[in-house]
Structure formats: C-alpha cells, structure tokens
C-alpha cells in the first residue's frame, strides 16, 4: 500500500477501537468485544509499522532525487510559531493555527508533551543560528531594529547537512539489523556439489538520550507580535539545544550520557596528514574506496582548512590548492567549528572524511518547549523561565565509512 494508504487504513482502525469503547459506555469489554478490540490494535500496531518503513523509502526516494522530504508537512512545519508555543503557555490557553496541526500531528503519532509543554518540530531549528541575544533588553526599546540587529557568532550546524538518516517518531529502543558477512559462491566442475555457505548479521541499537536547557527572557519579549522576535527566539533555542546535539553527533561520548559521535565509534578509519601532501589526501581517501564507500564529503576546521587552503598540490607553477573552491580531492568541504582541533601539544588539526549517510539519526518525539511565568527568582521581575528538551541517539551503520585524520600540523 502506498503512504496515504497506509494512513488511511489506521485512521479507519483507530475510529473502530473507538466505537467499541464508546459502545462500552465505560463499562468492562465484553470477552468478544476485548478479541475484537485486541484484534484491532494488532492491526493497528502492524500498520504504523508499515507506515514507518514507508515513510522511510518515500524520504529516501524523494532524498535521492534532490526532492524535499515530505513536502506537505515540511510547509506546516515552517509555520509553526515558537513565540506563539509560549505565549499560549503563559497565556493558559489552547494552541491554534499551525501550532495546533502540529499538536494533532504529534498526538496522532503516539507523541505526547509531558508537564503541560507544548511540542515544536525539531525541524525549525535546523539552520545556522545567526541571531540571538544575551539579554532581552537589548531587543525591546520602543523603536527596534529586528533587521539591523547583531547576533552572537555561532559555530554552524553541519551534520544533518551532510546527509544523515533521519528516523523520527521512535517510541521503544530501536535495533537496526546488519549484515556482517555474505554468502560465498563457488565454481564447480560437472557433478560436483556446492559448498553451502550463508549470510552472517548483528544489530546497531538506538537508545533516547536527551538534551535540555533552562534559560530566560522578559513576559515583553514574548508578547512581542514582531516576526523578527520570533526569529530570534527560534534561533536562541537553536544555538542552545541544535548546536549541543550537532556537536554530539561528532564528539560525543557514552560517558557524557551523549550519543557516540563519529570521532569515538568504534571502528572508524584512521590516516596521516602529518606530512600534508596530494598524496596523502589521496591515500586518506583510498583507504575508503578498498572498502567500497563513496565519500559524499569532507568536514575540517577553520584553522586545518587554512592549512589546506594554502599548500599546493604541486610544486609546479600554476599548481591548485589541496582545498580549493570549497572542495577537496572533487568533493565538497565543510568548515565548521563544532569539529575541535586535537588538543596536544601542540594542537593538531582535524580532517573527517566519510559517507555520512551512513550516520543514522533517531528522535523520539519532539521539541519540547515548556515556558513557566512562576518560578521562583523570575515570578517576582515578570521573567519567563523556558526549558528546552529532546531526545535522540545516533548510531553509524558502517564505521568503515569513516575516515578520521588528525595530525594535521597547524
């Protein structure tokens, strides 16, 4: 069945279990009314089940082709309000507009806001935090200038960018089968028997692991109507929880009760760029080939992309640059400074370069976005308290498909 169908299907099966219960009248399921009502939630179950995987080739499908993903609920997504998420809050009265879509959505998913929250998409917050603001003074003088204010500089948000698989609406734990080995064939003469061999598998686990922040701001700031607030708001809680969860999925340790980052996964390919060459590069990027893995990137540092920026391939006169029109080796280079040089002595710089479609993200749920008018310390100056939390794991599928670089002199 195709993803409408699917959907189509369960809503039908969720409005029967209803009308059982509401049959009942709040008395006890009859025995045949309980099988029939099992029955359906087993329908139920398998259809969301179906409904994931469908979803899951639908956006790879639409990713393959350079399409959005889902665009339908892409657009209503970018029209959630966050400022509106709190003021409703502070206001204690019901979401509307886009907001409320995205509340049905999110319910209709099994996905529920805990304590009174209310549940932004994840999704709106996927982009370089350019405006924010260490103080609400600054933004609510009576003649503000949204468009000519100065935001902090942040580190820019990489790895979702680079292609990672997204799997969101998790509920349980959720384990990933993998092959670990092929069958084999054989070449037989007439008459001879095939030797039987088989395929060999194992499992990558996703396990939530969350994220939060407490942080503050002016009741002004958050009646403001002015869409640039909205901005900035949407971009503070961006550089406070984004930034946190795309330095994770690099860094990231199980001792810090984080997802394992690329840099700390088992596994993962290490070359030499110590003595800083074409060849090297290129003997970086073949030890990815003999493991048949086409790398769709290069991710560095500002400090090893000026290094890269400034020797030459070659000696020759009219030689190119190692890093040159934001491309090394033909694929594109990302600079970003939410990947750390090595700390040593003295530091050296660091170069990853992979297919990073093989890094599989998960989310249980959503943003949660919880604003709370009466804690103490901010109650008494009319502050808005607001706790931002999520929860997601990542895994890599193949750590071979990793390479990992960081002797780079800087």
Not at 45 to 63: K, P, V
Not at 149 to 171: C, P, W
Not at 197 to 217: D, I, Q, W
Not at 242 to 260: C, S
Request: glycine content about 8%; overall charge neutral; some cysteine.
């Amino acid at each position: 069945m195709q993803l409408h169908e699917i959907r189509e299907a369960r809503t039908a099966k969720v409005a029967e279990a209803r009308s059982l219960l509401t049959a009942a009248n709040g008395a006890n399921l009859t025995p045949e009314q309980q099988s029939k009502f099992d029955a359906i939630k087993a329908e139920i179950t398998a259809l969301e089940g179906q409904e994931q995987r469908a979803q899951f080739i639908e956006d790879a499908e639409r990713r393959s082709m350079g399409q959005p993903v889902d665009k339908p609920r892409q657009d209503m997504e970018g029209q959630v309000n966050v400022l509106d998420a709190i003021r409703c809050q502070i206001e204690n009265r019901a979401a509307t507009g886009a907001l409320a879509e995205f509340q049905a959505e999110a319910k209709r998913m099994g996905i529920e806001a805990r304590n009174g929250g209310i549940l932004v998409p994840t999704s709106i917050f996927e982009k370089r935090a350019t405006m924010t603001t260490t103080g609400a003074a600054a933004v609510v003088p009576d003649d503000y200038r949204a468009d000519q204010f100065i935001g902090l500089l942040r580190n820019s948000m990489i790895v979702r960018q680079l292609g990672a698989r997204v799997l969101t609406g998790l509920r349980g734990d959720t384990v990933l089968p993998k092959a670990t080995g092929a069958a084999t064939a054989y070449w037989v003469a007439e008459g001879d028997a095939l030797t039987e061999s088989g395929t060999t598998y194992s499992s990558v686990k996703l396990e939530p692991k969350t994220v939060g922040a407490l942080t503050a701001f002016s009741r002004n700031l958050a009646l403001q109507s002015n869409p640039s607030i909205e901005a900035l708001l949407r971009d503070d809680i961006s550089a406070v929880v984004g930034l946190a969860v795309d330095k994770a999925l690099i860094h990231g340790t199980a001792a810090a009760k984080q997802p394992v980052g690329i840099l700390n996964v088992t596994g993962i390919q290490t070359a030499s760029l110590a003595t800083l060459s074409w060849a090297a590069i290129v003997a970086m990027l073949e030890k990815l080939g003999l493991e048949n893995i086409t790398a769709n990137a290069i991710v560095t540092h500002a400090k090893a992309a000026t290094k890269l920026q400034t020797t030459l391939k070659d000696a020759t006169a009219g030689s190119e640059y190692l890093m040159q029109a934001g491309r090394v080796a033909g694929l594109p280079a990302y600079v970003t400074n939410q990947l750390d040089a090595k700390t040593g002595t003295p530091n050296t710089g660091r170069v990853i370069a992979g297919d990073f479609s093989q890094l599989v993200i998960g989310e249980w749920g959503a943003t949660e976005v919880l604003a709370n008018p009466y804690a103490a310390g901010y109650y008494e100056k009319g502050d808005v308290q607001l706790r931002i939390m999520h929860s997601m794991d990542a895994v890599v599928r193949h750590p071979k498909a990793f390479v990992v670089a960081d002797d780079l002199g800087l």
